[in-house]
C-alpha cells in the first residue's frame, strides 16, 4: 500500500512539473532584443535604427487609433478615456525614441546637415502622431488619406539624412609624424652638466 501512495505521489508531482515547465520557461525568456520592436526593418547602426522606428512605431500607434476608432466611432473617439491607448502609445514611443534618436546623433558626430535633417523628421513624425486624433467633420476616407500621408514625409526626410551622409567631406589625413614636425627635444640637464665639467681645450702654442 506504502508503495501504491509513493508511485501515486511520485505521479503527481511529476505532472504537476510538467505542467509549471512552460509558464517557468516563458518567465526564463530573456527580454526581446530593441531591433525586434523598434526597428525590425534595419538595425545595421544607429541612424538606419532611427529611420526604420519612425515609421514602424507610427504605424503602431495608427493602428491603435484605428482600434478605438473601431470601437467607439470617430465622433466619441476622443470622449473621457476613449483615447487613453493611443495616448500613452504616443507617450510610450516618444521615450523609447529618444535613446534612439540620441544614439542616430551620436553617430552623425560634427556633421551638422545630418544632425539636422535628423532633427527634422524628429519634429515631424512627433507632429503626426499627435495629428492621429480625428478632426470633426471629417470623413472615413479623409481620416484614412490624411493619416497615410506621413508615410511619404518620413521616406523623404529619411533621404535628406542618407544625402547629407553621402555628401559627407572626406575624413581629413592623418596628422604628420612626430618625428617629421616635432622640433628636436632639449638636452637634459644630466647630460649638459657633464658636458660643461669637461676640461677646457688646451691653448694652442
Known sequence: ?????RLVFTLSAAAALAAAAPALAQKADP??????????HSDANAIDCY?????????????????EILE?????????VNG???????????????QTYDAAVKQAGKNRAVTEALNSLREYWRSALVALKWIPGESDEQYKA????????????ALLVRQAMAAAPPAEKAPATASAKSPPKPKSAA???????????????
Open 84 to 98: 487613453a491607448k493611443t495616448e500613452y502609445c504616443i507617450d510610450k514611443h516618444n521615450l523609447t525614441m529618444k
Open 31 to 40: 527580454a526581446p532584443k530593441r531591433e525586434t520592436y523598434l526597428c525590425p
Open 146 to 157: 490624411r493619416t497615410a500621408e506621413p508615410y511619404g514625409v518620413f521616406r523623404q526626410r
Open 191 to 205: 647630460s649638459a652638466s657633464a658636458k660643461s665639467s669637461d676640461p677646457p681645450p688646451k691653448a694652442s702654442n
Open 51 to 67: 529611420l526604420d522606428a519612425v515609421d514602424h512605431l507610427y504605424t503602431m500607434c495608427r493602428v491603435t487609433k484605428s482600434i
Open 1 to 5: 500500500m506504502d508503495r501504491l501512495v
Open 72 to 80: 467607439f466611432g470617430y465622433e466619441k473617439s476622443e470622449e473621457g
